[in-house]
């Protein structure tokens, strides 16, 4: 797609839509940037909402409105991010920016739970890999529209959480 069908897509004159983006990546750049920052404000909300809460309590609403950007209001975006090697190369470091950012959110929660117990993870990195795996794929096959009571989303929730408790010996 060219910045001319963008325009013509959006009703928006093609001099007008130059004039704000000088190119297709600049237009590309700002609305993952847009998306980023909506999505890092809801995330940053949530825990802002559970700050009293144990590590575990905090995790859980921070999966929870993962799976609610990524299965309801941005489907679409799990794929961005599951595969950015498929993105061209001058949007490399704001790809990898977005990610690190993304993943400093959950990474504060999981390090603090670690530290005060709650989390039992042998490799806290690798469960956080794991995490981002299970949600970035969720869009997938977890269809909200399918689960009108919300049981396949609290059991994807339960298995992701299930990443960093490990359960006593049987």
């Excluded at 704000?20 to 990546?25: A, E, G, M």
């Excluded at 700002?30 to 144990?54: H, I, K, M, Y």
């Excluded at 799990?78 to 001058?90: I, R, Y």
């Amino acid at each position: 797609m060219n910045l001319e069908e963008v325009a013509e897509r959006t009703d928006i004159a093609k001099a007008t839509l130059y004039h704000y983006f000088p190119s297709k990546d600049a237009l590309v750049g700002a609305a993952l940037e847009a998306l980023t920052a909506d999505v890092l404000g809801r995330l940053e909300n949530e825990l802002a909402a559970a700050a009293d809460s144990p590590a575990t309590v905090q995790l859980r609403v921070l999966v929870r409105e993962q799976l609610h950007v990524l299965t309801e209001l941005y489907p679409e975006v799990g794929k961005l991010f599951s595969f950015p090697t498929s993105w061209p190369s001058e949007h490399d470091e704001a790809m990898k920016s977005m990610r690190r950012r993304h993943d400093d959110i959950f990474r504060s929660v999981v390090e603090r739970g670690v530290a005060d117990g709650e989390f039992d993870c042998p490799d806290p990195r690798t469960a956080l890999h794991c995490l981002h795996g299970i949600l970035n794929h969720a869009s997938v096959w977890l269809r909200p529209a399918a689960d009108p009571g919300g049981t396949r989303r609290d059991a994807t929730i339960n298995s992701c959480l299930r990443v960093f408790i490990c359960p006593g010996p049987a």
